[in-house]
């Protein structure tokens, strides 16, 4: 029997060497044959051949802790080997520690059949650490650069190795800063920061830690910004800002590899909802990055324990200059929720702002955060970038042309409108893809449910703070101004609108999607501000966006009837009171004579009618269910789909003996004829079902409504 084992000695700088284990072993000048042979004698075989470099040390063999383990031969292995630490070894390779009267052939050391594989390690040895050194010995570190180590906590190995792959491949990506600008250019980059727990929330990254980045043309506005840095006699910060779902975080990203390819030294901190949960470890994770190619810097961050002295690290780099790039900033505000106490997270920024001191800083966040709002309205010592909206034209053609094979059919009105619901912004397309619905109108569904879901409560709950408070009105007529496009009111403050969904440029006023127009819209028409609905400044807007010209005058007409009420079939409705409905069990009709309700559904586009009034008038109820659309002919049939659907709902709400008169009412271009419907049955088994009472179907032009929606439609 013959084994041939490769051996290291832990934190030390030598070369790997070999020992080879025969029948009989050569021990103190005499022989032991392989069955008596343990482990406190292999120590003595391993000591021949390291004892020279130990000379007065005074280390002996019994001194030695041997491990076994078997560990691939290679350089980043070699580093981790290297680590004083012994938690460090056994947290990354996980070797068994053999004790010295364990039998060398015992079956969990090396039995008789055991190969050791080539170009491993099959034994680590730990020398001792002495804690004092006497006269006339060296510590174990005296001859070492790494000497004071032994006292250093070293990183998980595997973060090392994780920083200099994701370098590696930082290193193959291309230099030429046009390329990141570009939107007909897609690519695929390493995630820039070494941690394991990634922003999953707001990037598709895969196991390879890859996302994918579609140039945009803001890329080079923020670069270029970046190099107008100088340190003394220029600006050295600077704030990126905008509404929910640019892209920000993904153009920084790119920012940051690009930083790294062209080789400044970037301390990248993508998620500060995480960093504030353990900012030490988050932080010295994304230094390791920055210098995963020098070891002594890896020792100094290793050797940080709390933020005082990162901060001390970062200050003695002042020279360097360091790019440091924090995204989210608005997880350290004091109304993000993210489980942090208000006083930690001031402590925080208290001392990124100290580590940042004196380097370049660029920091990131939605433009709601505080601090934005704050430098918004100051001239301060920063640069600012704000990136509001979504896509330009170039960058959604390129976006269609990248992703129709994963997309339903959609012709060019389609698309117009999908456009219009999401604004064109990225975080919001991206659920378009994951619809994976054959068809445009389930897709189209599908967009806004998900939307719907990310939108309506953070801007709502928004509202709602400001309606208890005294700026209710000024909140109430800047919406207006944003959903008709119009100018910002005087005296509007930076705290009056939410600057996630809503921005003000050269002096007009945008909401960032479609869906936010809806949803505000509809919290506005639920609060009763039916003004701003029949405010011809509303009616007009749609003529910026015919896509959406069907919401804007829906609403136009249903808060003009609020208003004025409206004349149908020699029957006046003039609106007393007004109500919202998820299903028929929220109509209960009113019996007070000359009593008028308009019954208006909760769900925007519901199916089969706009909204229902109910008139109570000599000893007769009568109910008008309606529906607007431009194209009577081409919509579907609402009278069916009512007198299928609701009204078999509503009939028991109403008295045996009361009369009822029921008119389906059609609000669209032009008048109509009158028609006169009889009641209809069918045949079942043992009984007939009504399909339809009699009733009387009404078309009535917009003019009668509203003479403005005539005019502008």
């Known amino acids: 029997m013959r084994k041939t084992l490769t051996c290291f000695v832990m ?67 070699d580093k981790v080997l290297k680590n004083p ?40 040895v730990q020398p001792p650490m002495p ?119 993904h153009i920084l990203s790119a920012i940051a590899c690009f930083l790294f390819r062209t080789g400044k030294r970037v301390v990248f901190l993508p998620d500060c909802r995480q960093l504030a949960v353990d900012p030490v470890k988050y932080i010295k994770f994304a230094l390791l990055l920055t210098y995963e190619n020098d070891d002594a810097k890896i020792r100094e961050i ?32 004091e109304l993000d929720n993210t489980g942090v106490s208000l006083e930690i997270k001031q402590q925080i920024r208290r001392d990124i702002d100290k580590m940042t001191n004196h380097h370049f800083y660029i920091m990131s966040s939605s433009a709601n955060n505080k601090t934005m709002l704050h430098l918004m309205t100051k001239q301060t010592g920063e640069l600012k970038i704000k990136l509001f909206g979504g896509f330009d034209e170039e960058e959604m053609k390129e976006w269609w042309n990248s992703h129709n094979p994963d997309l339903p059919e959609m012709d060019e009105q389609q698309k ?26 389930d897709a189209l569904e599908y967009l806004n449910q998900q939307l719907t879901l990310k939108i309506k409560y953070p801007l709502t709950s928004f509202s709602n703070i400001i309606s208890e408070s005294n700026r209710w009105e000024f909140h109430v007529s800047l919406m207006s101004s944003f959903l008709t496009n119009n100018f910002p009111i005087l005296g509007h403050g930076p705290y009056d609108y939410d600057h996630r969904f809503f921005y003000i440029e050269d002096d007009k006023c945008y909401y960032v999607c479609g869906l936010v127009r809806n949803c505000m819209a509809d919290y506005l028409y639920e609060k009763g501000r039916m003004e701003i609905f029949v405010d011809v400044k509303w009616i007009k807007s749609f003529k910026n966006n015919p896509s959406v010209k069907g919401f804007i ?22 609106v007393n009171d007004y109500r919202f409905f998820s299903s028929a069990e929220d109509i209960n009709f009113s019996l007070s004579e000359a009593t008028c309700t308009f019954y208006l559904p909760r769900k925007w586009n519901q199916k089969s009618i706009d909204g229902l009034l109910a008139l109570y008038e000599t000893n007769t109820l009568y109910i008008a269910p309606i ?9 579907s049939d609402s009278e069916a789909s009512f007198f299928s659907g609701i009204w078999p709902e509503l009939k028991p709400n109403i008295p045996n003996n009361l009369n009822i008169e029921v008119i389906f009412i059609w609000i669209t271009r032009k008048n109509g004829i009158d028609e ?15 399909i339809n009472p009699d009733y009387t179907s009404v078309v009535t032009g917009f003019a009668n409504v509203n003479r403005d929606i005539d005019r502008y439609v």
């Not at 990162?310 to 002042?318: A, D, P, Q, T």
């Not at 529906?627 to 919509?635: A, L, N, P, R, S």
Request: aromatic share 12%; with cysteine.
């Open 131 to 249: 804690a004092t050194t006497g006269k006339g010995k060296r510590s174990l570190g005296d001859s070492d650069e790494d000497q004071n180590s032994k006292r250093v906590k070293l990183a998980d190995p595997n973060i090392i190795s994780t920083a200099r792959k994701i370098m590696e491949d930082i290193m193959k990506l291309d230099e030429d800063e046009s390329s990141y600008s570009n939107p007909k250019k897609h690519f695929s980059l390493p995630f820039p920061y070494p941690g394991e727990k990634l922003p999953v929330d707001r990037f598709a990254i895969n196991d390879d830690g890859f996302f994918t980045y579609m140039g945009r043309k803001k890329f080079r506005k923020v670069l270029k910004t970046i190099n107008q840095f100088r340190s003394r006699t220029g600006y050295m910060k600077l704030f990126v800002y905008g509404t929910v779902g640019y892209g920000k975080s």
């Open 302 to 333: 290793n050797a940080c324990e709390d933020f005082c002295q990162i901060i001390n690290f970062c200050e003695s780099l002042y020279e360097e200059k360091l790019y440091f790039i924090v995204d989210q900033m608005n997880a350290l505000d």
């Open 676 to 690: 006169e419907v009889e009641k209809k049955f069918k045949k079942l088994r043992s009984r007939n079902v009504e």
């Open 85 to 124: 630490e012994v938690e460090y070894i056994i947290q990354a390779f996980n070797p068994k520690k053999l004790r010295s009267g364990d039998m060398f052939l015992d079956e969990e050391i090396f039995p008789d059949n055991y190969a050791p594989p080539r170009r491993h390690i099959h034994i680590i």
């Open 11 to 77: 934190g030390r700088s030598f070369e790997e060497f070999t020992i080879v284990v025969a029948d009989e072993i050569s021990i103190d000048n005499s022989s032991v044959p392989i069955s008596d042979f343990n482990v406190g004698l292999l120590k003595k075989h391993i000591w021949k051949e390291i004892s020279k470099k130990f000379d007065g040390y005074g280390v002996e063999p019994n001194d030695l802790n041997l491990w076994k383990a078997e560990i691939p031969i290679s350089e980043e292995n």
């Open 627 to 635: 529906q607007i659309t431009f194209d009577k002919e081409g919509h």
């Open 416 to 441: 117009k409108q999908t456009e219009d619901i999401t604004g064109r912004i990225p975080l919001f397309l991206k659920f378009l893809l994951e619809s994976n619905h054959e068809n445009f109108e």
């Open 553 to 574: 005058v829906e609403k136009a007409c249903l808060a003009s009837i609020c208003r004025s009420g409206i004349t149908v079939n020699k029957i006046t409705f003039k």
